[in-house]
């Protein structure tokens, strides 16, 4: 890959592989896998790529296809690409996993430690030139990023789209909600697992047997037989998805594996898809926001990316080339962001996030399923629908067909006012355009549970609610609810004639449009019946506040832009005459 002021390394070696390589570690643990090298004498740059999944997978050449739940784990990319071109490719399994020694620690803070004195082995062996890059996504990319913070000397760049920062909030409990489809599918992955639970590490046998017990009891958890089989039975990666389980709360557990942002000058390549919002997309903006170090932020169509990982490797070159071997590419002089715009299915540049001619719209919930700028007009009340393990009822809200191309980008939000006749509401809203002919296009989606409602006003932004998830608030039944729910960042083009919707559920039993938006549904469901009201009156305007970026100038016109045909003369004005028979003007 070239450009006209600058040239990428050749595809000019052949290839070693080491296919059962080995980094010792001061603790006597043992880091097993694979390394691809350049065939030369002369020592390279290493790029280091580590996980939890088969190894034989992620070397196996297999021709990619597109993103499955049965190949996703395929993240290390094609290790063969870079020894060619001049880098030795390092694919590692994390301890506790494959054929690595020692017990999983689920990018628990050991897990970085050890990655960091790794990088450190690497540097120091001949045949490296002592400079150090990470590559891969999803778990390859989150440990990435608590590496980073860690500031080995010799790691002089990452890699890292599609990386989690917040496994609470990202992946395990989406607005306190339990994701437990993804989960139970993601636990499968791990290979050769050697885990012990941290609960029972930190609390005691009584305490964990107890806090198993509880979660069994759980209303909403008894109803997924695999949710109640790793509860019953913890070992190996149930005894993981056990943890999870039964610290439904935000504390220790999920602190140890937040990324915290300590200053770093690591250089960082972060990204994601716009079809991540259950998963990887608000870590990208939220890594964005706090890195202190160089960096850029591609966020892609909704697609993720083809199994074998191999869409990015150009991209990677250029950025290794850059900060591993001082090939200057060019990278720090063209604009930091990429966003991919849906429905014109083409690029543009940013300098920040959010795009500064950003404007943040209210568009307020109304009567009869209408969603418009306007506040709620007098004598307006509310929605309703009802939710039961028999149906999952809906409010759905819509925009006047726009009159002209109007763009989305940017962080989305909801300020909701609602009762339930229920002690929880489970608070599911999903953003769409309707493109005609009934079809629909998520753009994003957000959720909330009730009785987590607390929020961190000091973590808070306007338009993106950070909720603090430590405690429960209770519901009563009939109680009005203001709930502020965060909505995942989204991107659309709107053509005339095409609207924006808004869907409310207390479930979310639909089946999601594709697999990568598939990582936000499959949450838990109330297992009582319940009416919900979605409260819109004068004093309680619930609104979706939308982030538009282009068009809308004058707001949505509730006739959609389509004037009545001619009528004729008008009629003339009649006037009512008072009582009496009297004008209004007599004395």
């Known amino acids: 890959m070239f450009g006209p002021t600058w040239k990428c390394s050749d595809r000019r070696f052949g290839v070693r592989v ?53 190949r996703g784990w395929m993240e290390a990319g094609d290790p063969q690409f870079f020894a060619r071109r001049g880098y030795a490719h390092g694919v590692f399994t994390v301890r506790g996993i494959g054929a690595s020694t020692g017990l999983f620690q689920a990018m628990g803070p050991k897990e970085a430690d050890d990655i960091a004195e790794a990088i450190g082995w690497i540097a120091s062996q001949p045949w490296c030139s002592g400079r150090v890059g990470m590559f891969g996504i999803s778990y390859f990319a989150s440990i990435q990023l608590h590496v980073a913070m860690r500031r080995p000397p010799a790691l002089a760049a990452i890699f890292c789209p599609f990386g989690l920062t917040d496994f609470y909030r990202d992946m395990f409990y989406h607005g306190g909600i339990l994701s437990h489809r993804f989960l139970l ?83 960082a390549y972060l990204g994601a898809c716009w079809g991540l919002f259950g998963l990887h997309l608000p870590a990208a903006f939220r890594s964005w926001d706090a890195w202190a170090g160089p960096k850029k932020l591609v966020i892609g169509p909704p697609l993720y990316l083809d199994r074998p990982l191999t869409q990015l490797h150009h991209e990677a070159l250029r950025w290794f080339d ?23 299915a083409r690029w543009r540049a940013a300098e920040s996030w959010p795009l500064p001619e950003t404007r943040w719209m209210d568009f307020f919930l109304h009567e009869g399923s209408l969603l418009h700028e306007h506040d709620p007009w007098p004598l307006e009340r509310s929605t309703s629908f009802e939710d039961s393990p028999f149906g999952h009822g809906e409010a759905v809200f819509l925009t006047a067909p726009m009159v002209e191309e109007t763009v989305v980008v940017g962080p989305f939000a909801l300020d909701l006012w609602c009762r339930t006749t229920d002690t929880e509401l489970l608070c599911f809203a999903s953003v769409f355009l309707e493109v005609g002919d009934g079809q629909e296009e998520e753009v994003t989606r957000g959720w909330l549970r009730a009785t987590r409602r607390a929020l961190d006003r000091a973590g808070s932004r306007p338009g993106w609610p950070h909720h603090l998830h430590r405690s429960a608030r209770a519901v009563e039944p009939g109680e009005l609810l203001h709930l502020e729910v965060a909505l995942g960042a989204g991107a659309a083009r709107l053509l005339p004639g095409q609207r924006l919707g808004l869907r409310l559920k207390a479930a979310d039993d639909e089946p999601p449009p594709d697999a990568v938006r598939g990582a936000g549904y499959g949450h838990l469901k109330r297992p009582t019946a319940a009416r919900v009201e979605i409260v819109h009156d004068e004093a309680h305007a619930s609104r979706l506040v939308v982030p538009v970026v282009e068009g809308n100038v004058l707001g949505s016109f509730l006739s959609g832009g389509v004037l009545p045909a001619p009528i004729g003369p008008l009629p003339v004005a009649k006037f009512r005459r008072p009582k009496g028979g009297r004008s209004a003007t007599s004395a």
């Open 18 to 70: 080491e296919a059962d390589a080995r980094i010792p570690l001061a603790d006597g643990t043992v880091l097993a896998g694979t390394w691809v090298r350049p065939a030369t004498d002369e020592p390279v740059p290493a790029i280091l790529s580590v996980h939890a999944y088969n190894q034989e997978f992620q070397l196996a050449p297999i021709r990619p296809a597109g993103f499955s739940y049965q």
């Open 185 to 267: 599918q993601w636990k499968e992955k791990f290979d050769a697992i050697r885990y012990r639970s941290w609960y029972r590490e930190r609390h005691g046998e009584g305490a964990y047997q107890a806090a198993l017990a509880a979660a069994l009891a759980d209303e909403e958890i008894s109803e997924v037989p695999g949710l109640v089989a790793a509860l019953a039975r913890p070992e190996g990666a149930d005894a993981f998805l056990a943890d999870i389980l039964i610290q439904p709360f935000d504390g220790e557990f999920y602190e140890e594996r937040r990324v915290d942002y300590r200053a770093t000058d690591v250089p």
């Open 322 to 344: 850059h900060f591993l071997i001082g090939n200057d590419t060019g990278f720090l002089e063209e604009p930091p962001i990429r966003l991919f715009i849906p429905g014109r």
